[in-house]
Structure formats: C-alpha cells, structure tokens
C-alpha cells in the first residue's frame, strides 16, 4: 500500500518560515520524480516544485528564490522549505510522486500565512 504522508503545516506571520516533509512508503522513492503541488481555495491546484530522481529541481516563477525543495532518499522522504512567506502563499499543499504512468498523493497539509 503506498502512503505519502506531510507534515509541518500550520499558521505563520507574512515574512516567516516553514519546512513541509513527505514521507513516502510502499514504493522504490529514489526513482520517483517528486512534487509539492498546491491549491488555493476557489484556485486550481498548482505545481510547486519538482525534484527528479537525479536530484535536479524546478521552481514555479511565484516561489523562485524563496522555496527549496530536497530529497532523501535514505529516508524516503521529500521537503519544502519555505521562507519569505506571503499571505498568497497560503493554500493546502500536497506532495506528489510520479514515475512510469504511476502516480500518487499525499493527503494534503494547511499552510497558511496571516498576521
């Protein structure tokens, strides 16, 4: 059974930091694209960030230079670290694995910015 499950949501002030964590289970993580999509409420859902099973990343223009997303394969795990937050960057984030036509979802995590 394969499992993707975040964690690290929550509420933060416009200007902190947050660090969102996918743990995976149930499949072969390191040769898994993986993604953080988001979803605003009345928006569509969005594409984050991506890292490739080589470890190469890609950026949505809205989070180049304040989002990093990693990988550890030894843990089966994915991370967003977001800084610089702004209260449009509140949505419920999910994390995402991609490989070979197979794909899956983690259950989404709130992450809301708000003074």
């Known amino acids: 059974q394969v499992q993707l499950v975040e964690s690290g949501g929550g509420e933060v002030q416009p200007g902190g930091s947050l660090r969102l964590s996918c743990a995976a289970s149930?499949?072969?993580?390191?040769?898994?694209?993986m993604n953080w999509y988001r979803q605003a409420p009345g928006k569509q859902r969005e594409l984050v960030a991506t890292v490739t099973s080589g470890g190469n990343t890609n950026y949505a223009d809205s989070v180049k230079g304040r989002f990093t997303i990693s990988r550890d394969n030894a843990k089966n795990t994915v991370y967003l670290q977001m800084n610089s937050l702004k209260p449009e960057d509140t949505a419920v984030y999910y994390c995402n694995a991609v490989w070979a036509g197979d794909t899956y979802w983690g259950q989404g995590i709130q992450v809301t910015v708000s003074s």
């Open positions: 149930g499949i072969i993580f390191r040769r898994y694209y």
